[in-house]
C-alpha cells in the first residue's frame, strides 16, 4: 500500500486497493489511469477526488463508461466531508466524493 | 410551481418536485432553498447539477447535512452525461449530479 504522499494531488495517484486519485491534470490522463487497472484484470476501481475535483471526478467516469469500458457499472456512489488544516492553522471544510466502477 | 425557464443557471430554479438546481451563486443561497422545502414540509429534496457546478452540489448537501438538517439521508446520488449543444452548432458532453436528500 506504498502511496505517494508527498503528492496529494496533481498525479493519478493510485493505491494498492486500486483507487485513481483525480487532481488538475487532464481528464484523460485519469481515464487512462483507470484504464491500466481494468486491463491488468481489475474488477473494481475507485474514484477519488475533493474540493473543485469532484466535478472532474464525474467527468472521468462519464468518458469511461462512455467511450472506453462501456460494461463497467457504477458500483457505489458516496459523498462527504474532510477537515483540512490550512497553512495559517486554521480548519477548513472541503466535500470529497468516491465513485467505485465494476465490471461484470 | 412557476418555474423561470430564462435562467437555467444561478439561481436557486425550483420546480414542482421539489427540485434545486445548482448554478453560479453562494452555496448558501442553495442551501437556503433546500432549507425552504423542508421547512414547507417536504419530505425529500433533489439537488442537481451540471459541469462544473457539481461540486458546488457536493457541498450545499454536506452543509445541509452537517449543519442545518442533521436527520436528513442521502437517498440517491446518480451520475449521467447530457448533450449540449454550442453556439455555434458544435455538440459538447456535459457530466450531470443528481442527489436525493430524505427526511425521516
Redesign the interface.
Known amino acids: 500500500m506504498a502511496e505517494e504522499k508527498t503528492e496529494p494531488e496533481g498525479t493519478p495517484t493510485t493505491s494498492g486497493e486500486n483507487v485513481v486519485l483525480i487532481g488538475r491534470k487532464p481528464i484523460m490522463n485519469y481515464v487512462l489511469a483507470c484504464l491500466t487497472f481494468f486491463n491488468s484484470g481489475a474488477k473494481q476501481v475507485t474514484i477519488k477526488a475533493r474540493?473543485?475535483?469532484?466535478?472532474r471526478a464525474?467527468?472521468t467516469?462519464?468518458l469511461l463508461r462512455?467511450a472506453f469500458v462501456k460494461d463497467a457499472a457504477?458500483q457505489k456512489?458516496?459523498?462527504?466531508?474532510e477537515q483540512v488544516e490550512r497553512t495559517e492553522g486554521q480548519k477548513s471544510?472541503v466535500?470529497?466524493?468516491e465513485?467505485t466502477l465494476a465490471k461484470p
Do not use: K, P, Y
Not at 474540493?51 to 466535478?55: F, L, N, V
Not at 456512489?77 to 466531508?81: D, E, H, Q, Y
Open positions: 474540493g473543485r475535483a469532484i466535478s464525474v467527468d467516469v462519464e462512455r457504477l456512489i458516496s459523498i462527504g466531508t471544510n466535500s470529497t466524493i465513485i
